[in-house]
C-alpha cells in the first residue's frame, strides 16, 4: 500500500531547477534510500516529502492525503504527529542535556516532565546512549550525537521517519552501528523510512533505492 | 596595501544586516552626544528660569539635571556594547577569508572597532546637529526667551563628541573578546562559567542601613548611612543583575513544565551576560522609579497638591526613566538577533520536526520574561527600603507600592516587548535553507 | 551466496601452504582437520579439497616445514597430526611481513563493458543503471547477510570486504556516468 508519495513535483530556487518533475511512491513500511550525485535536489525531494517546504507544481500525497495544499500549520502539525527527523550534524538544542533533547518532542506534545524523561531515557538505551543522557550535545562524538538525533526523532512514534545523511559525518563502523539502531527500532515501530545519502553502503540497508539526478527520479531500483 | 586601505576597503563590503548595525551604532552615538549635551547645557544655564521648566529652572536643581542627563549614558553605553558584539561577529565571519590569508584576530578586531568608530562619529556629529537644532527651537519658539541666553559651550561639547567616539571605539574593541573565530569563519561563544555569587552581597550590605531605618535603629551619621546604603544597593544591584539572570534561569529551567520554558530557561542560563547587562540598567531604572514613588508621596502628604515645578520634575524623571528603559531593553533586541542566528539550524530542525512557529516564539518572549522578573521585583523592592517612614499619612504609602509594582511590572514589560520585536527575524532565522548549512 | 569474484581474487594472492601454516601454528592438527577449520574460518574463500590438504602437508614436510607430530583416533579412521617446525613457523612470519602488490592494472570486465557500451551504442547510460541495480542488489544481499544473528567473526571480515569492493565499483560507475556527461556536454558545445 502506497503511504507516501510524490507526482510530478516540481521545485526551484530562483533560477536553480532544483526539482524538475520527481515522481515517487513509498509504501508502508518500506524502507527507501534516495540517491544521487551532489546537488541533484535529494534533500529538496526529502523536505518535500516530508511537508517541510512545498512544491511549485504537482502533487504530494500522504495517507490518501494531500499534503502540499495544506497551510503551514497543518503541515505542521503532522510533521509533529506522523513523522520524525534525523539531519547529518544531529543538530541538537546545545544548552539541553541529550536526555531532555530526546523528551522535546513529548513536552512539545504536551506530556509532562517526569514522564517525558522516563521515556527519553529508555529511547536512550534503546539507541545505546543512556551513558550520555546528561551529558550536552558538545561533549558527545558525531555517532554518540547521531545516535541521540535519532532517538529524539523515534521518540514520539512517528510513521515515517526521514533522514538526511544521517552517518555523513561519521566513519564507517560508527555509521553502520546509527544505521543498524535506526533501522531496527524503526522495523519494530512499524516505521516508514527514507533515508537520503550518497553512501552505497547506506543505501544497501534499504529495501529499494530511487536515484535521483538532476532533479528527476533517474531510475527506481526495485 | 595600508591598514587603513584595507579598513576603507572592507567598511565598503557587508550585508544589509551589518548596515543596519551601523545605523544602530549612529543612532546610539547620536543618542549619547545629545544627552551629554543636555548636560552642558544646563550646567551653563544661569539664573532663576521659567517654573514650567521643572528642575531646570532652579539653580540649585541644575546639577542634579546635569547628573541625570549623565546616567542616561548608561543604558546608550549598553546598547553600544551589545550592537557592538553583533557587528563584531557578523563581520567576523565576514572577515574569515581575511583570517585564513594570515590576519590575526587583533588585526580583525582592530578593522573592527575601525568601522565602530566610523559610524560612532558619524552618529555623533549629527546627534550634535539634531541638539543644537532642538535646543535653539525649543528656547527661540516655545519659551521666548532671548537666543543669547545660553547654549552648549564649543569647549566641552567637543569634548562630549570626543568622549563619545572614544567609548564607542573602546566598546567596540571590547565587543570581540568572547567570540572565537576560526579562519574557517565558524564562530561560537567561549564557554563561561556563571556569574559569581558573591556580588550578592553588595546590595544586601546596601540594604542593611536602609532596614535599620525602617525598623527605627539610631545610627550615627544618619544621611551619610543612608546615601551610603542607597549608593551600595543600586550599584550591588547592577552588579548582581547577571547572578539574579542566572538563578531566575536556573530555578525555572528545573520547573519548567513545558518545553518552550525549559528551552528559554536553558538557552537563558547558558548565556546570562548580554541579560545581565541590561537587566541591571532595567534594574536601576527600576529602583530609581520605584523610590521616587516615596518623594511623590512624601510630597502630596506634605502639601496635598503639585505646582508646576514639581510637575515638571516628576514627569521629566519619568520620562527619562522610560527613555532609559526603553534604550536598554533595545539592546535585547541585538541578542535576540544573535541567539537567532546562532540557533537558527538548531530551530529550523526542531520546526522541521513539527514545532510550530507560535512555539517558537514563545520561547523567545519567555526569555524575556523569566530574566526580567527577579531582577526587576528585587530591585522595586530596593527602591522601596530607603524612604520609608518619612510619611505622617499612612494611606499615602499606597502610592509608592503601587508605583513599585507598576516599575517592576514595566521593566519586565520592557524586556518582554524587546523579544517580541525580534520576533520577525524567527521566520527568516528558521528557513528550511537553514536545514541545510552547517 | 558470497562473491566468487572478490574470495578468487584473496583466494590466488596466497597459497595453500601458507594458509596450513598459519593453522598450524596454534597447535598440532591432522588433514581433515585442517581442512575443517579452512572451510569455517576462512569463510567465502573456496572450500578446499581434502586431496589438496593432503599433497600441500606432504610437500610442506618434504621441506622441512612441517613436521609429523604422532596419530590420532577419534571414532573415525587413524589420522596422521602434523606440527609446525621452526622453520615452518619463519616462513609463516617472513609471508606476513610481505604486503600483497596494489594490482594497478585495470582488469575489470566492467571498465570494458563501459568503453564497449560508448562504442557500439553511443551511450552507456543504460548499462550503467542496469549495472548499478544488479550491484546495489548483491549489496543488499550482504547486508542482510551481515544483519543475521550469529555471524562469525570471519564471515563478517569477508563480507565487508565484498561489500567495500561493490562500493568502489559502484562509485567509479557513478563517477564514470558523471564524466560521460561532462565529455558529451564538451562535444556538443
Ligand atoms: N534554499 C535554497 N536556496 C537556493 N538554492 C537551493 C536551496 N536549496 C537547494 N538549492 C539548490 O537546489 C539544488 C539541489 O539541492 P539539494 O540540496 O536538494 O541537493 P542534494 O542532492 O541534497 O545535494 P547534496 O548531496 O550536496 O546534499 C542545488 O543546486 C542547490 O544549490
Ligand atoms: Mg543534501
Not at chain 1, 152 to 177: H, Q
Request: aromatic fraction near 6%.
Amino acid at each position: 500500500m502506497t503511504l507516501l508519495e510524490a507526482r510530478r513535483i516540481e521545485k526551484a530556487f530562483g533560477r536553480t531547477r532544483a526539482l524538475r518533475g520527481v515522481s515517487v511512491a513509498i509504501g508502508s513500511g518500506e524502507i527507501v534510500a534516495i540517491t544521487g550525485p551532489s546537488g541533484s535536489g535529494k534533500s529538496t525531494l526529502l523536505h518535500c516529502l516530508s511537508g517541510i517546504m512545498c512544491p511549485e507544481t504537482g502533487e504530494v500525497h500522504y495517507d490518501g492525503r494531500r499534503i502540499d495544499t495544506l497551510d503551514e500549520a497543518a503541515r505542521t502539525r503532522l510533521r509533529r504527529e506522523a513523522f520524525g527527523v534525523v539531519f547529518q550534524f544531529g543538530r541538537l538544542v546545545p544548552e539541553l542535556t541529550a536526555a531532555e533533547n530526546v523528551a522535546l518532542p513529548l513536552l512539545f506534545g504536551g506530556n509532562g516532565r517526569e514522564e517525558s524523561a522516563t521515556v527519553a531515557r529508555a529511547w536512550l538505551e534503546r539507541m545505546d546512549a543512556l551513558d550520555v543522557a546528561d551529558a550536552r550535545p558538545g561533549e558527545l562524538s558525531g555517532g554518540q550525537l547521531q545516535r541521540v538525533a535519532v532517538a529524539r526523532a523515534l521518540v514520539t512514534g512517528p510513521k515515517v521517519v526521514f533522514a538526511d545523511e544521517p552517518t555523513g559525518a561519521l566513519d564507517s563502523v560508527a555509521g553502520e552501528r546509527v544505521l543498524g539502531l535506526l533501522l531496527e527500532a524503526a522495523r519494530v515501530n512499524g516505521s516508514t523510512v527514507v533515508i537520503v545519502t550518497h553512501d552505497n553502503r547506506v543505501a544497501a540497508h534499504a529495501d529499494r533505492e530511487i536515484v535521483v539526478r538532476d532533479g528527476a527520479a533517474a531510475g527506481v531500483v526495485v | 596595501m595600508t591598514f587603513f586601505q584595507v579598513a576603507g576597503m572592507l567598511g565598503r563590503g557587508g550585508s544589509r544586516a551589518e548596515r543596519a548595525r551601523a545605523r544602530l551604532v549612529a543612532a546610539g552615538a547620536a543618542l549619547a552626544t545629545c544627552f551629554l549635551f543636555g548636560a552642558a547645557n544646563v550646567l551653563t544655564l544661569n539664573g532663576q528660569l521659567d517654573d514650567r521648566l521643572g528642575p531646570i529652572a532652579n539653580r540649585g536643581t541644575r546639577p542634579g539635571v546635569a547628573f541625570a542627563f549623565g546616567l542616561m549614558i548608561l543604558p546608550v553605553a549598553a546598547f553600544l556594547y551589545q550592537t557592538g558584539r553583533l557587528a563584531s561577529a557578523d563581520r567576523e565571519r565576514r572577515l574569515a577569508a581575511l583570517r585564513l590569508a594570515g590576519a590575526t584576530p587583533g588585526e580583525v578586531r582592530l578593522l573592527g572597532a575601525l568601522e565602530t568608530t566610523r559610524s560612532a562619529a558619524l552618529g555623533t556629529v549629527c546627534g550634535a546637529i539634531a541638539y543644537v537644532l532642538l535646543e535653539w527651537s525649543i528656547r527661540g519658539l516655545l519659551l521666548h526667551l532671548p537666543t543669547t541666553a545660553a547654549g552648549v559651550p564649543p569647549v566641552p561639547g567637543l569634548a562630549a563628541m570626543a568622549l563619545v567616539i572614544a567609548v564607542a571605539t573602546v566598546s567596540g574593541l571590547l565587543a570581540g573578546r568572547h567570540v572565537v573565530t576560526s579562519p574557517l569563519g565558524v564562530i561560537r561563544r567561549a564557554t563561561r562559567r556563571p556569574p559569581g555569587r558573591y556580588v550578592l552581597l553588595v546590595p544586601v550590605l546596601g540594604c542593611i542601613p536602609m532596614v535599620a531605618l525602617v525598623v527605627g535603629v539610631q545610627m550615627p551619621y544618619r544621611p551619610f548611612a543612608i546615601l551610603l546604603g542607597a549608593g551600595l544597593s543600586a550599584v550591588g544591584l547592577m552588579l548582581s543583575a547577571s547572578r539574579l539572570v542566572w538563578a531566575s534561569a536556573r530555578i525555572a529551567g528545573r520547573r519548567a513544565r513545558s518545553a518552550e520554558t525549559l528551552l528559554a530557561a536553558r538557552a537563558l542560563e547558558a548565556d546570562t551576560r548580554p541579560w545581565g547587562r541590561t537587566m541591571s540598567i532595567l534594574g536601576l531604572a527600576v529602583a530609581i522609579g520605584s523610590g521616587t514613588g516615596w518623594i511623590q508621596a512624601g510630597f502630596m502628604d506634605a502639601r496635598h497638591t503639585l505646582d508646576p515645578f514639581w510637575l515638571t520634575s516628576f514627569t521629566l524623571v519619568d520620562l527619562a526613566l522610560l527613555v532609559g528603559m526603553a534604550v536598554a531593553a533595545a539592546a535585547l533586541i541585538t541578542h535576540q538577533a544573535e541567539y537567532l542566528m546562532e540557533h537558527g539550524p538548531v530551530l529550523a530542525t526542531l520546526r522541521a520536526a513539527g514545532v510550530a512557529d507560535g512555539e517558537l516564539r514563545r520561547v523567545l518572549t519567555r526569555q524575556g520574561i523569566i530574566a526580567a522578573v527577579l531582577p526587576c521585583s528585587v530591585a522595586a523592592l530596593i527602591g522601596l527600603l530607603p524612604l520609608a517612614r518619612a510619611l505622617h499619612n499612612e494611606t499615602w504609602a499606597l502610592w509608592p507600592v503601587t508605583n513599585a509594582v507598576l516599575m517592576a511590572a514595566l521593566g519586565v514589560l520592557a524586556a518582554t516587548l524587546a523579544t517580541k520585536a525580534s520576533q520577525h527575524r524567527l521566520q527568516r532565522a528558521v528557513s528550511p535553507g537553514r536545514l541545510r548549512t552547517e | 551466496m558470497l562473491d566468487r569474484l572478490f574470495i578468487e581474487c584473496i583466494f590466488a594472492c596466497m597459497s595453500t601452504g601458507h594458509i596450513l601454516l598459519g593453522l598450524l601454528t596454534e597447535r598440532p592438527k591432522h588433514g581433515y582437520e585442517l581442512k575443517r577449520e579452512h572451510d569455517d574460518r576462512l569463510p567465502g574463500v573456496k572450500p578446499i579439497a581434502y586431496g589438496q590438504v593432503y599433497a600441500t602437508l606432504q610437500r610442506l614436510e618434504r621441506d622441512g616445514k612441517v613436521a609429523v607430530s604422532g596419530t590420532a583416533k577419534e571414532g573415525g579412521p587413524e589420522r596422521t597430526v602434523y606440527e609446525i617446525t621452526g622453520d615452518g613457523a619463519d616462513e609463516v612470519h617472513r609471508w606476513l611481513a610481505e604486503i600483497e602488490p596494489p594490482a594497478p592494472y585495470v582488469s575489470s570486465a566492467l571498465f570494458v563493458r563501459v568503453v564497449l557500451a560508448l562504442i557500439a551504442e553511443g551511450t552507456a547510460d543504460g548499462y550503467l543503471l542496469r549495472q548499478r541495480a544488479a550491484h546495489l542488489e548483491r549489496m543488499r544481499e550482504l547486508t542482510a547477510r551481515k544483519n543475521t544473528a550469529g555471524i562469525s567473526a570471519g564471515e563478517l571480515l569477508a563480507t565487508d570486504y565484498a561489500l567495500y569492493h561493490l562500493d568502489a565499483d559502484l562509485r567509479w560507475l557513478e563517477t564514470a556516468r558523471q564524466r560521460i556527461d561532462e565529455l558529451t556536454q564538451e562535444i556538443r558545445t
